[in-house]
């Protein structure tokens, strides 16, 4: 793994957006724009995980749906974050789905390695719609000053494995008839976490759904919606920046 430049103070960043049934243009001119507001970061932007991509970069910031990662860029990752790299995932990013018309919606594992490192595995969603987010008790810099808040977005329910530091949650009681996962007892589900992935660590965030008119073909070839979930809320703007920072290896968030 390349660290920031000994000299200059480069850090190189590998951003991934890509897949389906998002409007990945809307995300990817968002983030850029954050990684913008950094004169230390040099970017490459890609939609899909290549292994030479991976091996050359210092950071990774990924949004993605139904986006697997191969076995070489699989076996990259695992020598970046061996290395220390950070990689903060943002929405779909631990998604696979199997989406056909009248069908619900079926998400088939991941490869055990990626779910291994994400620390979770996205299941079913409700509608669109505003739900609480809540910050855990911890004392985490992340969220310093986060008080609970309300979003529009989709609320993610997830499967999640053991080690991972839980900064945000929400609750969810109810059925999700889109998803063949579609009954979910009361329960809390991770909105946001930390997890150590040998040298380095995941950062997970997943809220920041967004659809355009016609991000849904061939389902449909025209979406009565242009949706921007968390886009324009301002704490999710700031937990943004401030999961750019960490990956940065910024002191102030750990």
Known sequence: MIQADPVSGRID????????????????????????????????????????????????????????????????????????????????????????????????????????????????????????VEPTPSDHPLIDGIEPFRVADEQYLQHHLPGNEVLLTTRFDGQT??????????????????????????????LGHARGRYDMRPITEDYPFVERGSWPHPVFRKLVRRGISWAMKDPRYG
């Open 177 to 206: 008839p889109l998803f063949e996962d579609a009954h979910w007892p009361e329960q809390d589900h991770q909105v946001m976490y930390l997890r150590s992935v040998g040298q380095g660590g995941v950062l997970y965030l997943t």
């Open 13 to 132: 960043v590998l951003l991934v957006v890509g897949g389906r049934w998002h409007d990945m243009d809307h995300a990817r001119l968002e983030l850029l724009t954050f990684l913008a507001e950094h004169e230390r970061l040099r970017v490459t932007v890609r939609d899909a995980y290549e292994a030479d991509d991976i091996r050359g970069t210092a950071m990774i910031l990924s949004y993605t749906c139904d986006v697997v990662p191969d076995d070489a860029a699989l076996e990259a990752l695992r020598a970046f974050f061996d290395a220390g790299g950070r990689w903060f995932a943002l929405h779909g990013t631990n998604s696979r789905m199997i989406v056909e018309p009248g069908k619900a919606v079926v998400c088939p594992p991941l490869p055990e390695a990626m779910r291994a490192m994400l620390g979770s595995q996205f299941a079913a969603h409700p509608a669109p719609g505003s739900f609480k």
